[in-house]
């Protein structure tokens, strides 16, 4: 990049294992598309190569009006009272977790801090008991979003693709049967059962086609975006956890 901005600017064309785009580096224009105040940039477009056989009809292949709509419908379960209700939840795992980890020796971090925050997302998104079920959904979750980024963008068996739509084939068939027991259980529930639906779960008749669960999509923001970064293909960094059972950050290595 630093190559073809000497040679071009902060504005080119580009053209990676044939997806065909444009760069554009800086904050400013990273402020003029994201931000978009004249809407001349389509999102839907933008990401529907990567997302749509994922995630349709979440928030990030929305437009406008459309988009902003459905925002709406989400804000409730990220207003106050749910998201202090979400921590009272997230702190007793971490706590646990934390805890669990050996002291005084040297253990892999990247597959420990992805379990912890994929268990979070379990718990506090689905109201799920952590046990064998979540076992199963965790490893859908992450092949679903690895699929996102696949590099061969064809379902061929055996590749990232591939594994990630029957992921998420699993994955609505068992949110699709948790939700004749949130339609009937308490506020707090009912928040969890909205985040993990992607606006749908707790508000289409069981009898319509259920659409893909999007707990995992850029469009639930910093909670599946720590999901999201969890996981990537990083798995060399170390740690040591300190007879407190706090990670001691002089210890991190990688």
Not at 76 to 105: C, D, N
Not at 115 to 126: E, M, N, P, S, T
Request: hydrophobic fraction near 40%; charged fraction near 20%; proline fraction near 6%.
């Amino acid at each position: 990049s630093v190559t073809q901005n000497r040679r071009y600017g902060r504005v080119w064309r580009s053209n990676i294992l044939f997806n065909v785009g444009a760069v554009f580096q800086g904050a400013d224009a990273a402020e003029t598309i994201l931000l978009d105040r004249d809407k001349n940039f389509s999102s839907l477009l933008g990401w529907s190569q990567n997302l749509a056989s994922f995630f349709s009809g979440g928030l990030m292949l929305r437009d406008f009006d459309d988009h902003r709509f459905h925002r709406r419908l989400l804000q409730s379960a990220f207003k106050r009272p749910a998201v202090e209700g979400y921590l009272a939840q997230m702190h007793p795992l971490i706590t646990g977790a934390v805890a669990s980890w050996p002291a005084g020796v040297t253990l892999r971090f990247y597959p420990r801090i992805k379990r912890l925050l994929l268990d979070q997302a379990a718990a506090v998104f689905l109201g799920m008991p952590l046990g064998a079920d979540s076992d199963r959904v965790r490893e859908a979750f992450t092949a679903l979003t690895l699929g996102t980024v696949a590099v061969v963008p064809f379902a061929v068996p055996g590749l990232a693709k591939w594994k990630a739509l029957r992921s998420r084939e699993y994955l609505v068939t068992y949110l699709r049967g948790l939700i004749p027991a949130r339609r009937g259980s308490d506020g707090r529930a009912k928040n969890r059962t909205r985040v993990g639906s992607a606006t749908r779960w707790a508000m289409v008749p069981q009898q319509q086609p259920v659409r893909a669960p999007g707990l995992l999509g850029p469009q639930h923001g910093a909670s599946a975006a720590a999901v999201g970064v969890a996981t990537t293909s990083c798995t060399s960094v170390t740690m040591r956890v300190t007879s407190t059972g706090c990670p001691s950050p002089t210890t991190v290595s990688g």
